[in-house]
């Protein structure tokens, strides 16, 4: 499992030019799912996601987490990040979850994260989503599960 995190002051994503998830200041977080993946894994992720401090403090540091500073989580599916760039030209998914598999974790992990933070706002698993961001500082970390 991998989150892609990215700090932005406002982010939204549409699908069919209809937007379907939109947040202000807080994370957007692409998260590509792998065969060995569970939700139990995916809830500790989460929860670091929650917890990881990429927010400035009064002194500019980086010491407040997206819970401290009430900020808003944009959940968005992305089996790329979980592609095979190690050796040719054109990426191989083998390393992805399956998409019928990976649909009910989404889901599962999207209600997981909802339960434990507000605002949550999501894309749409499988569809051809247009993501606007834009990336604060820029700011962008990538997290790897157990």
């Known amino acids: 499992m991998r989150a ?4 932005v002051s406002s982010a939204e994503v549409a699908v069919e030019a209809e937007v379907v ?24 992720l989460l929860e670091r996601v929650l917890n990881y401090r990429v927010f400035s403090d009064s002194e500019g540091r980086m010491n ?12 968005v599916s992305q089996f790329t990040l979980a592609a095979d760039t190690t050796r040719g030209l054109r990426p191989g998914f083998s390393s992805a979850m399956a998409p019928a598999e990976a649909a ?13 933070h507000a605002p949550v706002a999501a894309g749409r698993f499988g569809a051809d989503m247009q993501v606007s961001l834009c990336n604060d500082g820029p700011v962008t970390f990538l997290l790897q599960g157990a």
């Open 4 to 7: 892609l995190l990215q700090r």
């Open 21 to 44: 998830g939109e947040i202000e200041r807080g994370l957007v977080v692409f998260l590509a799912l792998e065969p060995h993946d569970t939700r139990a894994a995916g809830i500790t």
């Open 64 to 75: 407040r987490s997206l819970r401290d500073v009430g900020g808003g989580l944009l959940l």
């Open 104 to 116: 009910v974790l989404f889901d599962d992990l999207l209600a997981d994260v909802r339960a434990m």
